[in-house]
């Protein structure tokens, strides 16, 4: 039994998929959510400036005591999750790999496309996973510049022209590849999931990498005995490096009920110890 919180952390909102996720598997454990709003997104940055920024997004969470960090970003999942895991005495979870063994397994086909940001396609993290259980899938990536600025502003909804247009000119090479799974590799997409499920058909298979990595965050608690025990439901603990107004509107976008704890700023580009 371990009382104490776990850390999440994402570049913007996205990370709320899997904060969504946790909550409903583990409604007894407190989160300390922060998203690096100021500096979203971080999928267009290069390896260097991705792994500062996540280095200082989590020495800002070990300034509580947490049991564990989930990295609930698929570009920081995939570019630097050895850093931090080998830097950080306590358990450092990530979204990719949940993901990609999830795909690696549900394909029929062995055709499994990928949609991620520009650094999680580049890194080839997903491929490697999905190659060591299924040697033979062909994976056809694409990266998708566009999807979390606009998901950031609100742009998700069915019937919307924006990224309904972009949807389809991003998707258009996966569906005629054939694929019948399609990994959402970046936690932004769950909210894009209608549009994008209207494009690819009712049989194409979706995969949520933040709802994988729930699961896995909440099978290793289990299996290490970490979980907590308690007579009401855990908290949730909210920062953010902009500002604050209309977080929690958007916010009750991406966890699925309103958002009614106070959300605090924080300055994020210093370093911490």
């Known amino acids: 039994m371990d009382q104490r919180p776990i850390g999440v952390f994402d570049s913007g909102l996205g990370g709320l998929t899997a904060v969504r996720a946790l909550c409903k598997l583990l409604p007894e454990e407190d989160i300390v959510y922060f998203g690096d709003t100021g500096r979203v997104p971080y999928g267009t940055r290069s390896r260097e400036t991705i792994i500062k920024y996540a280095r200082q997004d989590v020495a800002f969470l070990r300034t509580f005591d947490l049991k564990a960090i989930v990295i609930a970003c698929g570009t920081v999942s995939t570019t630097a999750i050895e850093v931090l895991a080998e830097e950080n005495s306590i358990p450092v979870l990530g979204v990719v790999e949940p993901a990609a063994l999830a795909a690696a397994k549900h394909t029929k086909s062995g055709r499994i496309g990928l949609i991620g940001t520009q650094a999680s396609i580049r890194s080839g993290a997903y491929e490697r996973y999905i190659h060591t259980v299924n040697p033979a899938a062909q994976v056809k990536a694409?990266?998708?510049?566009?999807?979390?600025?606009?998901?950031?502003?609100?742009?998700?909804?069915?019937?919307?022209?924006?990224?309904?247009?972009?949807?389809?000119?991003?998707?258009?090479?996966?569906?005629?590849?054939?694929?019948?799974?399609?990994?959402?590799?970046?936690?932004?997409?769950?909210?894009?999931?209608?549009?994008?499920?209207?494009?690819?058909?009712?049989?194409?298979?979706?995969?949520?990498?933040?709802?994988?990595?729930?699961?896995?965050?909440?099978?290793?608690?289990?299996?290490?005995?970490?979980?907590?025990?308690?007579?009401?439901?855990?908290?949730?603990?909210?920062?953010?490096?902009?500002?604050?107004?209309?977080?929690?509107?958007?916010?009750?976008?991406?966890?699925?009920?309103?958002?009614?704890?106070?959300?605090?700023?924080?300055?994020?580009?210093?370093?911490r110890s």
């Not at 990266?143 to 909804?157: Q, T």
């Not at 729930?214 to 005995?225: C, I, M, N």
């Open 142 to 271: 694409t990266a998708c510049p566009l999807f979390v600025p606009l998901v950031e502003n609100g742009r998700f909804r069915p019937g919307d022209i924006v990224i309904e247009t972009v949807t389809a000119e991003y998707l258009t090479p996966l569906r005629e590849a054939g694929v019948d799974t399609l990994v959402l590799g970046c936690t932004h997409y769950p909210l894009l999931e209608t549009v994008i499920r209207n494009f690819m058909g009712p049989d194409v298979t979706l995969i949520n990498a933040g709802a994988e990595g729930a699961r896995a965050v909440a099978q290793a608690l289990k299996d290490q005995g970490n979980l907590a025990r308690r007579e009401v439901p855990g908290h949730c603990r909210y920062f953010v490096s902009d500002r604050v107004e209309d977080f929690a509107q958007l916010a009750s976008l991406f966890l699925g009920w309103d958002v009614t704890e106070d959300v605090t700023q924080v300055e994020i580009g210093i370093e």
